[in-house]
Each structure stands twice: as C-alpha cells, then as structure tokens.
C-alpha cells in the first residue's frame, strides 16, 4: 500500500480524488484499501485547503476547507481501522489529524498506540507521532526522550524498536 500511496502522492489532488472515487465505484476493491485511500485522500485534501502559511495568516474559509475535509478523513479512516484494527496504517495517519486538532475521536498519543498494537515497529507510525510530539506543535522534550527510553528499555530487538531512539536524539 504505502508504494502505490507514494506514487500517488506525486499527483495532483484532483487525480487523487478521481483515483479514489474509481475504487469505490469500481465495486471490486477490499472495503478496508477503499477507506483508507479515501481517509488519506481527504486528510491530505485538508491540508491543501488551510494553506501552509502561518495559523495567524490562515483565513477563516481555509479553516472551514479543512474542518470540512478532516471530517470525511475521519469518517473513512476510523472506518478503515473499525475493519482492521490489528493493521498500522489508519490509525498512523489519524495521528496527523489528531495533532492537528481534528480527530474525532482519541488523541496523538492514542492513535500512536493503536498503531503499535497493529504492528509494534511500524516506521510511519513513529514519524508520524514523533512529529506529532515535537516542542512546536505541543510535546515536549522530556516526552520525546521518554518515547525513546521506552524504546531502547522495550527489548524488542526482534525489531526496529529499539533504534527509534536515534532520530529522537538527533
């Protein structure tokens, strides 16, 4: 998925959104892939309408665009991760809509430890929520090192885990 999701990305969002409307009207996809790429189509549509100025110089409709399009992200994502909770992707991407204020259900840190619970070493989840953690958009440095000695202490070495302490102190 994250492949197809990469290349997708380098289209414009009106081919994004007509990809992921032929999967819903095509009938033959999985309900979860149809979710998923709809909740990730719409949160990144959420995004493109605040803008990527300054919150002070974002206007009131650019909220309203992207109140608008978080909804149906929220709706499609939670739907996708309803239908399998023990897979990493839908809970990873409402990590981004909760660190923006616009899930609706649960937190960053909740949706970090969904992930987990779907598959422990999930590299997207860590960025995400890393992000998410970050002085500049409400975590601290404290919850950053804390993130990562529960890493290096998880002993999980069967995975990447304990490597995530890296690009936490870096």
Same mark, same amino acid.
């Given at each position: 998925w994250y492949e197809v999701a990469d290349e997708a990305t380098s289209l414009t969002t +009106?081919?994004?959104?007509? #990809?992921?409307?032929?999967?819903? %009207?095509?009938?033959?996809?999985?309900?979860?892939?149809? %979710? #998923? !790429?709809a909740g990730?189509?719409?949160?990144?549509?959420a995004y493109e309408r605040r803008g990527s100025r300054f *919150?002070?110089?974002?206007?009131? !409709?650019?909220?309203?665009?992207?109140?608008?399009a978080?909804?149906?992200a929220?709706? %499609?994502?939670l739907r996708a991760w309803q239908l399998a909770p023990d897979r990493p992707e839908a809970?990873?991407?409402?990590?981004? #809509?909760?660190?923006?204020? %616009?899930a609706d259900?649960?937190?960053?840190?909740?949706?970090?430890?969904?992930? *987990?619970?779907?598959? +422990?070493?999930?590299?997207? !989840?860590f960025y995400y929520y890393l992000n998410a953690i970050l002085p500049r958009w409400g975590g601290s440095y404290p919850k950053m090192l804390a993130l990562g000695t529960q890493c290096i202490h998880?002993?999980?070495?069967? +995975? !990447?885990v304990p490597g995530y302490i890296v690009p936490i102190i870096q």
């Open positions: +009106t081919d994004r959104g007509f #990809l992921v409307g032929r999967l819903w %009207h095509g009938g033959k996809v999985d309900p979860w892939i149809g %979710h #998923l !790429a990730e189509y719409f949160k990144d549509l *919150a002070s110089e974002t206007t009131e !409709a650019q909220w309203q665009g992207m109140k608008e978080s909804v149906m929220n709706q %499609h994502l809970a990873t991407i409402m990590i981004s #809509l909760a660190m923006s204020g %616009h259900v649960g937190s960053d840190d909740d949706w970090f430890y969904e992930a *987990a619970r779907g598959q +422990t070493d999930w590299s997207p !989840a998880s002993q999980r070495y069967d +995975t !990447a």
